[in-house]
């Protein structure tokens, strides 16, 4: 059980861009003299008290706190993880800026959430922190905003559904990403060129990100393969696919997940990701055009060439622009015993995804470790692993996304 602390959660990073739309969702659903204790943190005390200001309007009654700290000063993070029962965090590449809070987190017994997407960091952390965490009681839950919970939690949906009306699991599960409207956070992209270019001096890096299970423990096989890299008709769907860019971050928490939970989806459960399109020249001119820009991105003078015209992180769309962005996720589950009985979920949200709707569901991911009852022991845990039913219930209500079963198909 996670000690009492001054605060119940601490919001890291509030000041950059995807932070403050956390905190401005705090404020709104939560507000800040109500039953959840937070408080807003981050290295600049005067960008923190302007934050302060435009959060707290006239009409808002109460006062948010302030803390300052040094991501790169182990004792100023130490300090900062021993006020809270949980530590929200929003400041990336993770890779660069978060061991340092992880591992105080997990020594402190302090519960933490994160937007990383980084596949190698966390295939460090995780063993790297595992036992300190299993010790204190500390529940660390990375990839909390689009990548990976919409996956995850809507793979976890789909087969609690299937065990319902079958009593077993899909032995395949099939995500297929429909439209999609919004542009790919900037601290996404920060966090992609830090991977590449690791990856380009570091062979453990390239290791990992081609292991489909390297968020398992070291040795876990199984029978995935290589991400989708091609133009593919699916028979399933009645679509071409392309392929997806947050597959190789998604599948592997998906992966992670069926093994945390003890595999209840079987020994042989299958997971894969792409992008539905419209017709087949769709589907080969987006894999193409990904094929390019991953080319482009992997090089070092080309990157660098390239960053000059990338979104940075701090940079965002408007509010018009995120309300006007919207996302679904198909889950195809194939019965182990009866391939002609597949169930069908759909995951969506009428928010952009990268930035409106990723906000809302770190925003709940923390206040459910927070405020809800635990359903695990410290560790490090996927969100349908560590939070589950709580974690469901409070992205449809309060944060808003749609989470059904579609059986006409």
């Not at 004792?75 to 965090?89: G, K, M, Y």
């Not at 402190?108 to 952390?125: F, I, K, N, Q």
């Not at 060129?193 to 423990?217: I, K, N, W």
């Not at 589950?388 to 992205?395: I, N, Q, S, T, V």
Request: overall charge negative.
């Amino acid at each position: 059980m996670t000690p009492d602390r001054e605060f119940d959660l601490i919001l890291w990073g509030a000041t950059g861009f995807t932070g403050q739309l956390v905190a401005e969702y705090l404020v709104e659903t939560y507000g800040v003299d109500g039953p959840l204790r937070w408080a807003i943190a981050g290295r600049s005390q005067s960008k923190l008290e302007n934050l302060q200001r435009q959060l707290l309007v006239d009409s808002q009654a109460g006062d948010l706190p302030i803390l300052v700290a040094d991501s790169t000063d182990r004792d100023s993070v130490d300090a900062l993880a021993l006020r809270a029962r949980v530590i929200c965090s929003t400041v990336g590449p993770y890779a660069r800026y978060g061991t340092e809070l992880v591992a105080a987190c997990a020594e402190a017994g302090t519960s933490y959430c994160d937007l990383t997407g980084e596949v190698p960091w966390m295939a460090r952390v995780i063993p790297a922190f595992e036992q300190a965490a299993k010790n204190s009681g500390a529940r660390i839950v990375h990839c909390c905003g689009f990548d990976s919970i919409p996956s995850d939690m809507g793979t976890w949906f789909l087969q609690q559904a299937m065990q319902r009306r079958h009593g077993t699991g899909a032995q395949r599960v099939k995500s297929r990403v429909g439209r999609t409207r919004g542009t790919a956070s900037g601290g996404t992209v920060a966090s992609m060129l830090d991977m590449l270019e690791q990856a380009g001096r570091d062979p453990a890096v390239r290791r990992a990100l081609a292991d489909p299970y390297s968020l398992c423990p070291a040795g876990t096989i199984g029978p995935d393969g290589p991400d989708q890299v091609g133009a593919r008709f699916d028979p399933d769907f009645e679509q071409w696919t392309s392929p997806f860019v947050m597959s190789a971050i998604n599948s592997r928490v998906v992966r992670r997940s069926h093994w945390l939970l003890g595999q209840p989806w079987g020994e042989r459960f299958t997971y894969d990701e792409s992008q539905l399109c419209r017709s087949r020249l769709q589907a080969y001119s987006s894999t193409a055009g990904m094929g390019a820009a991953m080319g482009i991105l992997a090089l070092g003078p080309t990157r660098r060439l390239a960053q000059h015209w990338l979104p940075k992180p701090g940079d965002g769309p408007d509010r018009e622009a995120r309300e006007a962005g919207h996302y679904e996720l198909f889950f195809h589950g194939t019965h182990p015993d009866l391939p002609g009985q597949p169930m069908r979920a759909r995951v969506s949200h009428t928010l952009d995804p990268g930035y409106g709707s990723t906000a809302r569901m770190l925003a709940e991911a923390a206040v459910c470790l927070a405020q809800d009852e635990a359903i695990v022991e410290g560790g490090f845990w996927t969100p349908a692993s560590g939070l589950g039913d709580a974690l469901l219930h409070r992205l449809q209500s309060p944060a808003g996304l749609t989470f059904e079963l579609l059986d006409n198909y």
